[in-house]
Antibody, heavy 118, light 111 residues
Framework: EVQLVESGGGLVQPGGSLRLSCAAS????????MSWVRQAPGKGLEWVSV???????YYADSVKGRFTISRDNSKNTLYLQMNSLRAEDTAVYYC????????????WGQGTLVTVSS | QSALTQPASVSGSPGQSITISCTGT?????????VSWYQQHPGKAPKLMIY???KRPSGVSNRFSGSKSGNTASLTISGLQAEDEADYYC???????????FGGGTKLTVL
C-alpha cells in the first residue's frame, strides 16, 4: 500500500528554519517525480517544488533561494529544507507523488502545518 | 507563474449537472494535454479526480468528466450528490522548470 507521511511542521519565528520530512512506503521515491505543495489557511493549493527521478530540482519563484528539496534514497524519504521563513510561508505542506512527470498527483500525504509567527 | 483562473463558486441541486471552467494560457493549459482536477473536502488532502484532461483514476465515479478547448479546461459533474460538495482545483503542467500551476479553486455547493 502506498503511503506518504509528512512530519517536521511546527511554529517558527520569522527568519527561522525548518526541515520537513515525507516518509514513503509502498514505492520508491527515487523512481518518481516528488513534489511539495502547500496550502495557506483558507487559501488554494500552491506548488512549491519538485525533484525529478533523475535528480533535477525546481522551485516556485516564491521560495527560490530559500527552500531546498532533497531525498534520501536509503530512507526512501523526501525532504524540504526551509530557510529565511516568512509569515506568508504559513501553510499546510503536502508531499505528493507524480509517477510519470505529468503533473498529476495520485498520492498525497496528510500534510504538516508550518506556522511562521513571532 | 500565474494561477489558472477558476470561478470562486458554483452551485447546483441534487441530480443536476455543473461545469467548472479553468482558464490558463498558451504556456500551460493550451500547450499540454496534462490538466488534472482535484477534489478537496475540509481538513482533508486533495484527491485526484481527472488526469490528462479527461482520464479518470480507478475508483472515481463516471459522473466526473473533463475536457479542454484551447486555453480552457472544464470539469463536469453530472447527477450531483450531496457528497460532491467540496472545493475543486484544476492543475496544469507548465514545462520542466515551472512544472505545474494550480487554479485558485472553486467551491461547489449542493443546494
Amino acid at each position: 500500500e502506498v503511503q506518504l507521511v509528512e512530519s517536521g511542521g511546527g511554529l517558527v519565528q520569522p527568519g527561522g528554519s525548518l526541515r520537513l520530512s515525507c516518509a514513503a512506503s509502498g514505492f520508491t521515491v527515487s523512481s518518481n517525480y516528488m513534489s511539495w505543495v502547500r496550502q495557506a489557511p483558507g487559501k488554494g493549493l500552491e506548488w512549491v517544488s519538485v525533484i525529478y527521478s533523475g535528480g533535477s530540482t525546481y522551485y516556485a519563484d516564491s521560495v527560490k533561494g530559500r527552500f531546498t528539496i532533497s531525498r534520501d534514497n536509503s530512507k526512501n524519504t523526501l525532504y524540504l529544507q526551509m530557510n529565511s521563513l516568512r509569515a506568508e510561508d504559513t501553510a499546510v505542506y503536502y508531499c505528493a507523488r507524480d509517477s510519470i512527470g505529468s503533473g498529476s498527483y495520485y498520492y498525497w500525504g496528510q500534510g504538516t502545518l508550518v506556522t511562521v509567527s513571532s | 507563474q500565474s494561477a489558472l483562473t477558476q470561478p470562486a463558486s458554483v452551485s447546483g441541486s441534487p441530480g443536476q449537472s455543473i461545469t467548472i471552467s479553468c482558464t490558463g494560457t498558451s504556456s500551460d493549459v493550451g500547450s499540454y494535454n496534462l490538466v488534472s482536477w482535484y477534489q478537496q473536502h475540509p481538513g482533508k488532502a486533495p484527491k485526484l479526480m481527472i488526469y490528462e484532461v479527461s482520464k479518470r483514476p480507478s475508483g472515481v465515479s463516471n459522473r466526473f468528466s473533463g475536457s479542454k478547448s484551447g486555453n480552457t479546461a472544464s470539469l463536469t459533474i453530472s447527477g450531483l450528490q450531496a457528497e460532491d460538495e467540496a472545493d475543486y482545483y484544476c492543475c496544469s503542467y507548465a514545462g520542466s522548470s515551472t512544472y505545474v500551476v494550480f487554479g485558485g479553486g472553486t467551491k461547489l455547493t449542493v443546494l
